[in-house]
């Protein structure tokens, strides 16, 4: 049984394998373009990672015309990127107000050591 | 117990924390500060740094694109910030092409020396309580050891070299600059300059772009990539002239690109030159790779194909 589930996720992932580095070439003869010598990955994966990314935008509270919008930007490894580890991507913000005391005691030595530069009144 | 080792930590932090000195890598005539005045500043409200950023960058590259704009193409409200990619992706909405910059602080300064601001990604706290910060770049002085940040409310803040350094490795030293289309930023090379510039152009199509693979192929006239691509944004805007001109550049720059020898052929093919069609073509079919078949098919098609009233 053990075994049968191994050889299935095998396959599913040689698949992925060779899908993934199938180049992309046009079904009909003319000119070559310039993202089929570029994108090295399969167009199915990026149309996915888009659905996926524009899905993700809209949990996190933004509208479906910006969603879509803000995927059409998006590069092939921008969307990848964006689709695999949105949720531990760093999402630069940076307000100070929320930290906790014991943080700040430590945050405040590590200012004044010039490791961190968190609070406003430290600087030297 | 766990004082102790927060102390550790501390201490361990601290045996690695001797500011770098820019001046040994630089060379003699490099300037020891620098100042761009003309960044304009937009303080941020709540944690939209990112969107700030991004204003600050793009309105300094001639581009007209403001906070409010900017706030919906990158803010995510359920993570209250912005993340990288987004970054990247909104200038190509201003007309503008995001460029990734080097992680070591002389690449920020040679930016800032060629008149670009920087936006860069900190962490200004631990890894245990991140505080994920964008800022920009706009200036230096190593004779006091500082860089000049516009971040968060507060314009050109003097941050020192060793804090910044900090607080940059830990954003895993994430930069980058916002250019207009006849630009390039400095340092770059040819690989991910040529890359970026794809990127800007599935978004903002051919004709907006055509200015970036011209100034990309005179820098790196060797990229064969690069006169492929340019090629094709001719192609697409009409131009077979300069199309052809820059296909043939390609082939000169490397004889074994062959989607540049089949769109070369395909290019005979519409000007009425068969016989240079097959020629080219016929190169193509004989470079062993994944293009192989699709010359060979363009190949079949060229002999069944009545040929057109010749040009020539």
């Not at chain 2, 102790?4 to 932090?13: D, P, R, S």
């Not at chain 2, 207009?180 to 090379?189: K, N």
């Not at chain 2, 051919?206 to 990539?225: C, F, G, I, K, Q």
Request: aromatic share 6%.
């Amino acid at each position: 049984m053990k075994s049968s589930i191994t050889r299935l996720v095998a396959s599913a992932v040689i698949l992925t394998f060779v899908l993934g580095s199938v180049p992309f070439a046009p079904a009909h003869a003319g000119m070559i373009q310039t993202a089929d010598v570029f994108d090295d990955r399969a167009r199915i994966h990026a149309v996915l990672d888009r659905e996926d990314v524009r899905a993700q935008l809209e949990q996190h509270g933004v509208s479906l015309a910006d969603a879509k919008s803000r995927v059409a930007a998006l590069s092939d490894s921008e969307a990848r990127q964006m689709a695999d580890q949105l949720e531990n991507m760093p999402a630069g913000a940076a307000d100070v107000v929320g930290v906790l005391f014991t943080i700040f005691i430590i945050l405040l030595v590590t200012d004044l050591l010039g490791l961190t530069s968190v609070f406003p009144f430290t600087r030297r | 117990m766990k004082i102790a080792g927060a102390l550790t930590a501390l201490l361990l932090l601290n045996g690695c924390a001797a500011a770098p000195d820019l001046r040994d890598t630089r060379s003699a005539s490099a300037p020891s500060h620098a100042l761009l005045d003309a960044v304009p500043f937009h303080p941020q409200t709540d944690y939209q740094c990112g969107p700030a950023a991004l204003a600050m960058a793009l309105q300094a590259s001639g581009a007209d694109a403001s906070v409010e704009t900017l706030i919906p193409q990158v803010f995510l409200p359920g993570r209250e910030g912005s993340v990288q990619p987004e970054m990247t992706a909104a200038p190509r909405r201003h007309g503008r092409i995001s460029y990734p910059v080097g992680g070591e602080l002389s690449n920020l300064l040679e930016q800032i020396d060629a008149g670009h601001p920087v936006i860069v990604l900190q962490n200004l706290s631990l890894p245990i309580y991140p505080l994920w910060h964008y800022a920009v770049v706009v200036g230096y002085d190593l004779d006091a050891g500082a860089l000049i940040l516009h971040s968060g409310t507060e314009a050109r803040r003097r941050v020192p070299l060793g804090t910044f350094d900090k607080t940059w490795a830990r954003g895993k030293r994430w930069a980058m600059v916002a250019l207009p289309p006849e630009e390039l930023p400095a340092g770059i090379g040819p690989l991910a300059a040529l890359a970026a510039i794809h990127d800007f152009e599935r978004v903002a199509g051919p004709a907006a772009t055509l200015p970036a693979w011209v100034t990309a192929t005179e820098r790196w006239p060797d990229a064969s990539n690069g006169w492929f691509a340019r090629g094709n944004a001719h192609y697409a805007t009409g131009d077979r002239d300069a199309a052809h001109a820059a296909f043939t550049a390609a082939v000169h720059a490397d004889a074994a690109h062959a989607p540049a020898w089949i769109n070369l052929g395909t290019l005979y093919e519409e000007l009425g030159a068969p016989e240079r069609a097959r020629r080219a073509l016929e190169t193509a079919a004989a470079i062993d790779g994944p293009w192989q078949a699709v010359a060979t098919d363009a190949l079949a098609r060229l002999r069944t194909d009545p040929a057109p009233a010749p040009l020539e």
